[in-house]
């Protein structure tokens, strides 16, 4: 099998690029066949989600999706790997793709943190017409209507995952940690008690299904969106920019069922594709990390203890209802224990997780919010970002959103400063909106959000 390799889509240099105009053709088929082809866009979505978010799985096919554990990115991994491999058998039947291009095609991959433009939707995504003036399938016309009419871009922060990140553990055991993949946990659709996302899957995945809007706010119609796709490229990516030497060696009793491009049914191991190249056969273009954009100057965590010890809580507060406007939400932290400080060895570097959990609301807000520790608030204490995507259904007893972060070095940087009171602890939300042309915010019309809980925990 000769590897394929995928490109950044704002890479490839010209208005409809024939990777591009060939996706759309494949696209266009897809939209076009019923949904009980499993080449179908619909039953492609399907896969993922399936009519209500709270409703079980119907088959062993569909409404798969994992999210908020740590089989978010092997699911996800091997999903798009189906994906790409049905559009490309698409392609052969095509007759106007030439040869060479169906022969060679990978998705590619909307990097959004390359420059300011790329920050926007592609181009072409946003076009009604195709290049020749026929209808173009890979518009949605669901998405925010400045998403689509490209005046709205992502903030900075949302492009990129947040400090830290990529360094931390995989995974960890037991929730409240900060990871870069995820809460472990067994196989599941939903959300697992206190399990929390990888900070990857928060931002910039979550983040970005928030901004597009449209299908892309649900589970069930996510894959809908043909951008979809390449923004999971993109997160896949990211995967590859932090390396695949250490991830999780408890995956091998999980696997996975999917239907390959000619309907027949495969089982997958989850741990069958941490080497993309070796395993599924496709390399990105580019995967060095943009190291400026991680968060500044994160100091690294070489002495941190083993991810497998639990974290021990200090201090929590109760309800935070955000919408739209910052919010200061101050709370007292108290000392670990004695035993928690035997348990680890008095020289052992402990890190200090602050956990935003419990995140429930009516609808998405289509922004992200901003987590700092301490008032100042700026971007030396800026925790990370929260944000929605899935949180529709979450108030009839559905799967509340949660996200850790690692603020080990803010709390010794806000000691260093004098600033750090156990006593009267800051944590502010600030919303981080869509940037609109001419000024405008979209901020300042949101639905609310509520976080069931805050907490800050040592391990
Ligand atoms: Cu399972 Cu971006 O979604």
């Known amino acids: 099998m000769a590897t394929i390799t995928r490109r950044d889509v704002y890479g490839l240099g010209e208005p409809w690029h024939p990777i591009l105009r060939a996706y759309a053709l494949a696209i266009g088929r897809m939209k076009a066949l019923p949904a009980t082809d499993s080449r179908s866009l619909a039953y492609q979505a399907s896969v993922h989600g399936f009519g209500s978010e709270s409703d079980p799985p119907p088959d062993r096919f569909r409404g798969q999706c994992q999210h908020n554990c740590w089989y978010f990115l092997p699911w996800h ?23 060479e291009v169906a022969a060679t095609w990978a998705l590619p991959y909307w990097n959004y943190a390359r420059d300011a433009g790329a920050a926007k939707l592609p181009p072409e995504f946003g076009s009604p017409t195709l290049w020749d003036g026929r209808p173009n399938a890979l518009y949605d016309d669901t998405r925010l209507p400045e998403v689509n009419d490209r005046s709205a871009a992502l903030d900075r922060v949302q492009t990129v995952p947040g400090r830290g990140v990529i360094d931390q553990p995989f995974s960890a055991p037991t929730s409240g940690v900060a ?4 809460t472990a946990s067994g196989w599941h659709h939903f959300r697992e008690p206190g ?11 979550n983040d970005v299904h928030g901004f597009v809007g449209g299908n892309m706010w649900r589970f069930a119609t996510a894959g809908l969106d043909p951008v979809f796709w390449l923004h999971h490229c993109n997160i896949d990516r990211y995967w590859e920019v932090r390396g695949h030497d250490a991830d999780p060696s408890g995956w091998a009793n999980v696997s996975f069922d999917f239907r390959t491009e000619t309907g027949a049914a495969v089982r997958v191991e989850a741990d069958g594709c941490v080497d993309p190249e070796a395993q599924l056969g496709y390399r990105y273009e580019d995967v060095t990390r943009p190291d400026g954009l991680l968060g500044g100057a994160v100091r690294r965590f070489e002495m941190a203890p083993g991810p497998e010890l639990p974290p021990e809580v200090v201090g929590t507060r109760g309800t935070v209802r955000l919408q739209g406007r910052r919010v200061d939400a101050p709370m007292a932290v108290g000392a670990p224990s004695g035993d928690f ?28 919010y901003a987590v700092y520790l301490g008032e100042r608030a700026d971007e030396s204490c800026r925790a990370g970002l929260i944000s929605f995507f899935g949180i529709e259904g979450t108030g009839g007893g559905g799967h509340p959103l949660g996200y850790a972060f690692d603020v080990t070095d803010i709390v010794h940087t806000l000691e260093d400063e004098g600033a750090w009171n156990p006593d009267d602890v800051h944590v502010v939300f600030e919303p981080v909106g869509a940037v609109l042309d001419e000024g405008r915010s979209r901020t300042e019309e ?10 800050i925990a040592y391990q």
Do not use: C, K, M
Request: hydrophobic share 35%; aromatic share 8%.
């Open 77 to 99: 991994r091997w999903y798009l790997h189906y994906f790409e491999r049905t559009v490309r058998s698409l392609l052969t039947e095509i007759e106007e793709v030439p040869d």
């Open 179 to 182: 990871t870069f993949g995820g």
């Open 195 to 205: 399990a929390v996302a990888g900070g990857l899957e928060g931002t910039p995945h």
């Open 341 to 368: 400080l035997l348990s680890r060895g008095r020289d052992r570097e402990q890190r200090v997780f602050l956990t935003v959990n419990d995140i429930t609301g009516e609808a998405n807000p289509g922004i992200s």
């Open 446 to 455: 949101t639905a609310p959000v509520e976080v069931g809980s805050v907490s």
